[in-house]
């Protein structure tokens, strides 16, 4: 069975530091592409990090760049997102995404190309 299951989340105050993990199945886990969206209320879901499983080349979000640091550990097979200098602006929920085939880009309109996702963990920084 194909999942995707987060855990991590939590309450910090601005400043701090919250680090997500993503347990993946063998099969999810060997996609070729897995990535860290988030959705924060009343606005669309936008991609945060991804990562190439093949050749662990990375992008991020211009927001987050320079403070969450997306990596993999082959050992459990779990995908995760370092996230520092957090901003309340960082609030949402966050989700886990694997896909098959496709761009494996952080583009919104190209969200459909994941097709495996956890159901999400939630991340509040207050002020």
């Known amino acids: 069975q194909v999942h995707l299951v987060e855990s991590g989340g939590g309450s910090v105050e601005a400043g701090g530091s919250l680090e997500l993990s993503c347990a993946a199945s063998?099969?999810?886990?060997?996609?070729?592409?897995m990535a860290w969206f988030r959705q924060a209320p009343g606005k669309e879901r936008e991609g945060v990090a991804r990562?190439?499983?093949?050749?662990?080349?990375?992008a991020y979000a211009d927001s987050v760049q320079g403070r969450f640091t997306i990596w993999r550990d082959n050992y459990r097979n779990t995908l995760h997102l370092q996230m520092n200098s957090l901003e309340p602006e960082d609030t949402a929920m966050y989700y886990c995404?694997?896909?098959?085939?496709?761009?494996?880009?952080?583009?919104?309109?190209?969200?459909?190309?994941?097709?495996?996702w956890g159901q999400g963990t939630q991340v509040t920084v207050s002020s």
């Open positions: 990562l190439y499983t093949s050749a662990e080349y990375t």
């Open positions: 995404a694997a896909a098959s085939t496709g761009s494996c880009s952080l583009l919104t309109r190209k969200m459909a190309e994941y097709n495996t």
């Open positions: 063998e099969d999810a886990y060997s996609r070729y592409c």
